[in-house]
Antibody
Framework: EAQLLQSGGGLIQPGGSLRLSCTAS????????VSWVRQAPGKGLEWVAT????????YYADSVKGRFTVSRDNSEKILYLRMNSLRAEDTAVYYC???????????????WGQGSLVTVSS | QSVLTQPPSVSGAPGQRVTISCTGS?????????VHWYQHLPGKAPKLLIY???NRPSGVPDRFSGSRSGTSASLAITGLQADDEADYSC???????????FGIGTKVTVL
């Protein structure tokens, strides 16, 4: 059974940096694209970033482009999200999730990690 | 403001049928991109309920069904049960945004 286990998160001051991790098990990690999705308090889910199976290609929502970096280590089966220049509006629960196909029109997210709370506040 | 529009809440008595709409535009659902649905309980990870418009992953009861028409999609829950109380979100791809988009989520309440 495919599983994703997240670590990282916490309270960080505006302008600070944080890294989230997501460790995969139960599937061939290097064969699938993986993504980060977040949910701010009282808001809906928001796609954040996706990395291709090889790690060569990355895709970002406009709201985080230039500040966040998604990457992966296929040998360790870990997905990362490096978040820089954090803002109050980045406060959210962040989820990692696996998709079946290459980035684009047909994909859904399954499974999801358990979530990591990131709070940006002074 | 989410790209896909969902009602904030729907409710029904046990055993009844409820439907949740998901309205998009010509750059996402109307462009033919697949719609997927998730069930989200507080404090838990979202769970895939319907993928590619109408398909149920193994383990999802056939009380849950999906459909689409034009720029909209719908999730139907029949035989409503108490443990169906959750938030339900739709998701698709948007060609104008070059990324995945979600609805804001609909809270289902079992009366």
């Amino acid at each position: 059974e495919a599983q994703l286990l997240q670590s990282g998160g916490g309270l960080i001051q505006p302008g600070g940096s944080l890294r989230l991790s997501c460790t995969a098990s139960g599937f061939i990690f290097s064969s699938y694209i993986v993504s980060w999705v977040r949910q701010a308090p009282g808001k809906g889910l928001e796609w954040v970033a996706t990395v291709s199976s090889s790690g060569d290609s990355t895709y970002y929502a406009d709201s985080v482009k230039g500040r966040f970096t998604v990457s992966r280590d296929n040998s360790e089966k870990i997905l990362y999200l490096r978040m820089n220049s954090l803002r109050a509006e980045d406060t959210a629960v962040y989820y990692c999730a696996k998709s079946e196909y290459s980035f684009g029109s047909y994909n859904w997210f399954d499974p999801w990690g358990q979530g990591s709370l990131v709070t940006v506040s002074s | 403001q989410s790209v896909l529009t969902q009602p904030p809440s729907v409710s029904g008595a046990p055993g009844q049928r409820v439907t949740i709409s998901c309205t998009g535009s010509s750059s996402n659902i109307g462009a033919g991109y697949a719609v997927h649905w998730y069930q989200h309980l507080p404090g838990k990870a979202p769970k895939l309920l319907i993928y590619a418009d109408t398909n149920r992953p193994s383990g999802v009861p056939d009380r849950f069904s999906g459909s689409r028409s034009g720029t909209s999609a719908s999730l139907a829950i029949t035989g409503l049960q108490a443990d169906d109380e959750a938030d339900y979100s739709c998701q698709s791809y948007d060609t104008s945004l070059s990324g995945y988009v979600f609805g804001i989520g609909t809270k289902v309440t079992v009366l």
